[in-house]
């Protein structure tokens, strides 16, 4: 088969994949967002003092106060499970944008600093603006996210001979381990490291109100972003040049997609914590199933995200209880294989 023959079969693949599977998106959404349901029921009655289901109906939609059970399902656990769920979308949806924004499969906030750089300036926040609100914090989280993925990008656009995929991930890894580093640093040094051993381990264990009501509009803001520009970064996808050459104004999607990174990854740390890997692997099971068109992608990664995350929190009590698992050390079990499979695959071409 020629050169040029292959190009063609080639492109002919790459636009039956951007169509998208229309049916198969459907079914995962609903039957995802079902499975999700339930396993959030499954993480509100499993804990230290187990609670049926029953009891978890009555006490979410017949509260009585006077009930020790339905105080713990209303204010310790909804909470929880819901932050569980919203963090695993908003992580899922920042490395979906990623990977078709850079075209690079090893994209994703773990990985490219974003989340070692909200981590960063929460122990900033913890040193030197102690007793800081959580509306605070969360803004030197979503200051943090940007300064790790400026940097990265910084580094990366030096490298020599272009900005492989492969290159772009090792400038991430090196640049969180020393965000990381100096995290540690400043943790010991002035005494806060207690209080920043939550956020590196991972965790939405103690997850109240208060979070849900400042992450949920992130929630709203961030995913309406990303369905505006879902049809445009798909595009993207296929190139910069295919891009422009349908009229694709580039520099407005990048940006935009760059403030959905940066809300959702912002607010994902600043409440769970440094969570990795998911914005990685579910990004490219999505895209398995559903194609490369990102109007489906979008919605998929945040089921499939918020599924995972916390069916993860429910392993993370179950493995060793009473004491609680990092849930950071459960995505890595399932995360790590695969970013070592992706980047043997990607470094072919190094």
């Known amino acids: 088969m020629s050169v040029r023959a292959q190009r063609i079969n080639k492109q002919e693949q790459e636009e039956r994949e951007v169509k998208g599977r229309p049916l198969v998106a459907s079914f995962i959404i609903i039957a995802g967002t079902i499975a999700m349901l339930l396993a959030m029921a499954a993480s509100v009655s499993l804990g230290a003092a187990d609670i049926d289901l029953k009891t978890v109906w009555n006490g979410v939609f017949h509260y009585n106060e006077e009930l020790t059970s339905h105080q713990i399902i209303q ?12 963090v695993g979308g908003f992580l899922a949806i920042s490395g979906s944008i990623m990977q078709g924004m850079t075209r690079n499969p090893l994209a994703s906030p773990s990985i490219m600093g974003v989340t070692d750089g909200s981590t960063f300036m929460i122990a900033i926040a913890f040193a030197f603006f102690p007793g800081l609100n959580y509306l605070g914090l969360m803004s030197f989280s979503f ?6 993925a400026g940097i990265v990008f910084l580094v990366g656009a ?3 001979g272009g900005l492989s995929p492969v290159k772009l991930a090792l400038a991430g890894t090196a640049v969180g381990a020393l965000l990381s580093a100096l995290s540690s640093g400043i943790a010991i040094h002035y005494e806060v490291a207690q209080d920043m051993s939550f956020w590196y381990a991972g965790g939405v264990a103690g997850t109240q109100w208060l979070q849900v009501k400042f992450v949920f509009p992130v929630a709203i803001i961030g995913l309406a972003l990303a369905f505006f520009i879902a049809r445009s970064v798909t595009i993207l996808s296929l190139g910069e040049s295919v891009a ?7 520099g407005m999607v990048k940006v935009l997609g760059t403030v959905v990174v940066l809300l959702m990854t912002g607010a994902a740390v600043s409440v769970a914590g440094s969570v990795g890997f998911v914005g ?19 919605p998929c990664s945040a089921v499939l995200g918020g599924l995972l995350l916390v069916m993860a929190d429910i392993g993370a009590r179950m493995i060793n209880p009473p004491y609680e698992t990092p849930l950071g050390a459960i995505t890595a079990l399932v995360g790590v294989p695969f970013f070592l499979y992706l980047a043997r695959k990607e470094g072919r071409g190094l």
């Open 244 to 250: 422009k050459g349908l009229g694709q104004r580039t």
């Open 280 to 298: 990685l692997v579910v990004p490219h099971i999505t895209r398995f199933l559903v194609g490369l068109d990102y109007k489906w992608i979008v």
């Open 143 to 148: 200051v943090g996210a940007g300064l790790g």
């Open 75 to 86: 204010e310790l656990r909804m909470p929880r499970a819901i932050v569980a769920a919203l």
């Open 158 to 160: 030096f490298s020599k």
